[in-house]
């Protein structure tokens, strides 16, 4: 016997749904199945469905229209009339008010339409950035059971980030002891150089402990990922690729597995390659495994990421309550333990992503939300205007007894058409506004924002969409339909709606949405430029250096072939040689740390005559530096002198250090002289300050001016070597030669991030520049929309008052009287909006100069100019009706 | 006196699209159930039975004891719901045979020009 076939589950569904109260209920289902189990036989699958959901339709379709009384309820007693039930004649009468609806808005396809494109706009970008808060916040992650995963950190109060905080200590000894969680795992950020055949090149990649797979439940395409003996030192030279790498390194070989590959100029074996799209933590293309010799098991450093899962059944509250616990037994057994942190449990999501992300969406959701409320004014008055023509016939209505009720289900219903209709076009504008953003994001930057390439329409959008359009368009339409289902009868049916009494609290009405959306988008407006200002400041204003003209080239070098000081020291000496040689160059330095660079690096020190407080370290931005480099950067030199070749003694250390550093640390006195050590190593001696320079702005999210000092490479030489060329021509075309260079010194050590310094700039300004450039899209938006509101109101006003005009031409008013009387009007309207507008930028100034770093500072000029510009647009915006005003021919005006 | 004689119901008055539902349980015999008696109709007129016409109309012979309806046991093709069979009553077969009646009678003389071919 073959299976009895399933019907499409929604239509069947409904179908059941639809018949719940009626008696035929099992009879219908049955017949409906059993026709489809033959339509299946004689048709196939697909287009039985197809028929099954028609069927549906037309069941459904009786039931809602009551042309068939047995499939609704109770048995029809035989001549006696069903009498209607109500819920049935209510959507009878709705359905009947969208038809009518929808056939007024036909007939007046321009009004209908620009209602409908306002509508789009406003919800289509509330759309984008909801899918962006859904995408980017609920849910960045597409791993299973994510929501059993937690974050466990080891921080202070003052540092919040909870990622790269944990010690090892902590995680070997949270993972022995906790019993709340079946699996704990840890990574740390480990970018290797690769060499091989081809070009070394330099990979982001990531050293884990074993359990991280399982974690996030990743399984091997090739081979096996790690087990807990890999986390032997000695036992650790075992890479897992990623699917990307394999391809592009490896050539997609599936003999890959057992081969040994060079990292760091050392072995390791290939023993696994990941699915295709997988890479966890974010960007990951090669993964080896965490182990910890005894020394570093002791570390109370914090830098690792720590993931735990719980075990099925226990809740986070339980977790928080063990680690606390483990922590403060940790605490009281280890001397060394940082008494200020405190252990943390938070969510995956929560611990996952970046700290400032929350923020700049609420930004950008509380922007789009003017916008929509601008878009929901505009639409109000546009209906309100509808309703002000329709006087005449709604009081027709009423005096033939329409209840008022029926009335303004009937206008609700105008506004509901409009929003059935604007949703489809809403979720267009989502589409483009998130094809844009995603577009405008370079690719190194998509690593670190999770579920960025998951942004796009998707169902929680088309929901979102749904709902927003049909709760705007209540909201929306309320005030209108309430307000013009109450005309007075008597005087609109005597006068032929044409006097001005009955529209006198109307054009309140619709003069007091013109001053909300001059309020509102006054806020905006000013919050744009806020943001533009802010981004133009960081990308395109002084940075303390002068990144024109420079080209920059990093390379790492590894513990295993530059283990010693030495020869670091050689390594980062003869590239700068080799680099000067380079025609086209005119200087060319290396320091261990850029501005504009996505990493930092900072050291504690300790000042000569200040007792240090382990506790309440000092921090300080470390630079390790070439002696040119200053120069080639053009950081100038204040005070004092720069770093010279001869400073190369490692017995007598020296610094040249920034302005913000001498004035923070020696605010009184001069700071030429001074000493200070690096409290990790204070066996390097004191280091003396011999100069003082300008300050840089390093990062567009760091505040500005950080405490910054210049040590000579040749006396601390660093692993991480990056190469700043000044060139007399086009930097960018010296990119080959430089990469050859560093090729010329080593040819094993790949060469990454060869880019000119502004290029470096814009990518790491990229993030601010977003949000400016949203903001001034909302902000646009936001203008043009008010200028259309005020335009609608003051055309409809005039249109009203046509007959007036006229009486007052008649008698001697000068035509610039009248422009005078409307402009005037709109100045009086656009002045009240101003006002309010005001003081709600000034409360989102607030937000945004909490919100952005301290990047945005409020200028009373900006607002200014933008009250200004605001009111001269709601002027100009009136005037087109008005000059139309003063063109009416008095003797055509009165015979009206 | 003449005497009364005992007033016999009129047979119930009943629409056309019962007369069709009516001819159509009959020829089904007892095979008589929603499925066949719609498709029936369908392919012996060419009109399309919607089916909440269809229930409603069953639903009012019934009610007028016209018909009756017994329910088989449920079935797994039904999605084990059970079939609804239905009989005609006397009274039914009364309905239906004054209203063959009427046609047949209305249309002697007829026959040429409508033509009736079964």
Not at chain 1, 258 to 281: K, M, N, Q, W
Not at chain 1, 295 to 313: D, M, V
Not at chain 1, 439 to 458: I, Q, S
Request: charged share 20%; net charge positive.
């Amino acid at each position: 016997m073959t299976p009895t076939p399933r019907p499409p589950r929604l239509a069947d569904w409904l179908l059941r749904h639809v018949l719940r109260h009626s008696p035929w209920r099992d009879t219908v289902i049955g017949d409906v199945r059993e026709e489809f189990a033959a339509e299946v036989l004689a048709r196939g699958r697909v287009r039985a469905g197809f028929w099954y959901a028609r069927q549906i339709g037309a069941l459904v379709a009786d039931r809602l229209s009551g042309a068939a009384p047995a499939i609704r309820s109770g048995f029809a007693r035989p001549d006696v009339p069903v009498p209607p039930v109500s819920g049935d004649r209510f959507v009878r009468i709705f359905l009947h008010d969208l038809r009518l609806a929808a056939r007024g808005f036909r007939r007046q396809p321009l009004a209908g339409g620009v209602i409908v494109a306002t509508l789009a706009l406003g919800l289509g970008v509330n759309a984008a950035i909801f899918n962006m808060f859904d995408v980017l916040l609920v849910h960045p992650f597409s791993i299973r059971g994510v929501d059993r995963l937690v974050m466990l950190s080891e921080n202070s109060a003052e540092d919040p980030e909870p990622q790269e905080s944990v010690s090892p200590a902590s995680f070997l000894e949270w993972r022995k002891q906790a019993q709340v969680f079946d699996l704990m795992a840890a990574y740390d950020w480990a970018d290797r150089n690769l060499a091989g055949a081809r070009e070394p090149e330099r990979v982001a990649g990531f050293r884990v402990s074993a359990d991280l797979f399982p974690l996030v439940e990743a399984t091997p395409a090739l081979g096996t990922f790690f087990t807990a003996d890999d986390e032997v030192v000695g036992h650790d030279r075992k890479v897992v690729l990623s699917d990307s790498l394999w391809r592009r390194r490896f050539a997609s070989d599936p003999t890959v597995l057992g081969r040994v590959i060079r990292l760091d100029g050392e072995p390791y074996v290939v023993v696994g390659v990941g699915t295709a799209g997988f890479s966890f933590p974010e960007g990951a293309e090669l993964w080896t495994p965490l182990a910890f010799d005894a020394k570093a098991a002791e570390s109370r450093t914090g830098f690792l990421t720590a993931l735990a899962r719980l075990r099925p059944g226990r809740t986070i509250d339980e977790a928080r309550a063990e680690m606390v616990g483990i922590y403060a037994r940790e605490k009281a057994a280890s001397p060394s333990a940082n008494r200020s942190h405190d252990v943390r449990v938070r969510t995956f999501i929560a611990g996952m992503v970046d700290v400032g992300m929350p923020t700049i969406l609420a930004l950008w959701q509380a922007a789009a939300l003017l916008v929509l409320l601008i878009a929901g004014a505009n639409v109000a008055n546009l209906l309100l205007a509808r309703g002000a023509e329709r006087q005449r016939e709604l009081a027709v209505r009423l005096a033939l007894g329409a209840g008022r009720w029926r009335i303004v289900r009937h206008l609700l219903a105008d506004s509901l058409v409009l929003a059935v209709a604007a949703a489809p076009a809403a979720v267009g504008v989502a589409w483009i506004t998130l094809r844009v953003c995603k577009a405008a994001m370079p690719a190194a930057l998509v690593r670190f924002v999770a579920g960025w390439n998951n942004l796009g329409v998707d169902g929680h959008l088309l929901l979102f969409t749904l709902a927003a359009a049909m709760g705007t368009a209540v909201i929306v339409g309320l005030m209108p339909a309430a307000r013009s289902s109450r005309p007075d009868v008597t005087t609109v049916l005597r006068d032929g709606g044409r006097t001005g009494t009955a529209g006198v609290t109307h054009s309140r009405m619709r003069r007091g949405f013109v001053v909300g959306e001059i309020a509102l988008a006054l806020p905006l407006l000013v919050a744009s430029g806020l943001s533009a200002i802010g981004a133009g400041r960081f990308a395109g204003g002084p940075q303390g250096y002068d990144p024109a003209g420079v080209l920059r080239v990093s390379t790492v070098l590894p513990e295993a072939t530059y283990a010693s000081g030495d020869a670091r020291r050689q390594f980062a000496e003869r590239l700068v040689e080799s680099a000067a040689r380079v025609p086209g160059v005119i200087i060319a330095g290396t320091a261990s740390s850029l501005p504009a660079n996505s990493s930092n690096q900072s050291r504690d020190v300790e000042l000569d005559g200040v007792p240090f407080d382990p506790q309440h370290p000092l921090a300080v931005n470390y630079r390790a530096v070439s002696p040119r480099y200053l120069e080639a950067l053009r950081i100038p030199i204040l005070r004092g002198r720069g770093l010279a070749d001869a400073d190369r003694e490692p017995g007598q250390p020296v610094a040249v250090i920034s302005r913000s550093m001498a004035s923070r640390f020696w605010p009184a006195k001069d700071a030429i002289g001074r000493r200070f050590r690096l409290a990790r190593t204070p066996e390097r001696g004191w280091v003396t300050v011999v100069g003082i320079c300008g300050d840089t702005i390093d990062d567009w999210f760091d505040s500005r001016n950080e405490p910054t000092m210049y040590l000579p490479a040749a006396q601390m030489p660093d692993a991480h070597v990056n190469l700043v060329a000044r060139t007399s021509g086009d930097p960018a075309s010296l990119a080959p030669a430089l990469r050859a260079a560093l090729a010329a010194v080593d040819p094993e050590q790949p060469a990454f991030q060869v880019m000119t310094m502004e290029e470096a700039l814009r990518q790491r300004t990229i993030g601010l520049r977003f949000i400016a450039g949203l903001m001034a899209v909302f902000g646009g938006l936001a203008l043009v929309l008010a200028a259309v509101g005020i335009y609608a109101v003051m055309a409809s006003y005039v249109a009203q008052r046509r007959h007036e005009i006229g009486i007052r031409l008649a008698l001697g008013a000068s035509r610039r009287d009248v422009l005078q009387l409307l402009v005037g009007q709109a100045g009086r309207l656009s002045m009240a909006g101003v006002a309010i507008g005001l003081v709600l930028a000034a409360a989102l100034a607030k937000l945004m100069e909490s919100a952005l770093f301290g990047i945005v500072s409020a200028d009373p000029r900006l607002f200014a100019a933008t009250a200004i510009a605001l009111a001269a647009t709601a002027i100009v915006a009136s005037l087109i009706p008005a000059r139309h005003a003063t063109r009416v021919d008095p003797a055509v005006a009165l015979r009206e | 006196m003449r005497s009364m004689a005992k007033a016999t119901p009129p047979p119930s008055y009943i629409g056309e699209f019962e007369h069709l539902l009516l001819l159509a349980i009959l020829q089904c015999g007892d095979q008589a159930y929603t499925v066949p008696i719609r498709r029936l109709i369908e392919a012996r007129t060419g009109r399309r039975v919607a089916r909440g016409a269809l229930y409603t109309s069953l639903e009012r012979l019934e009610g007028k004891g016209l018909l009756t309806s017994r329910l088989s046991a449920p079935m797994a093709v039904r999605g084990g719901r059970a079939r609804r069979y239905f009989t005609p009553t006397s009274a039914g077969l009364d309905a239906v045979r004054a209203a063959q009646t009427a046609v047949v009678r209305l249309s002697q003389g007829l026959e040429t020009l409508l033509d009736v071919r079964l």
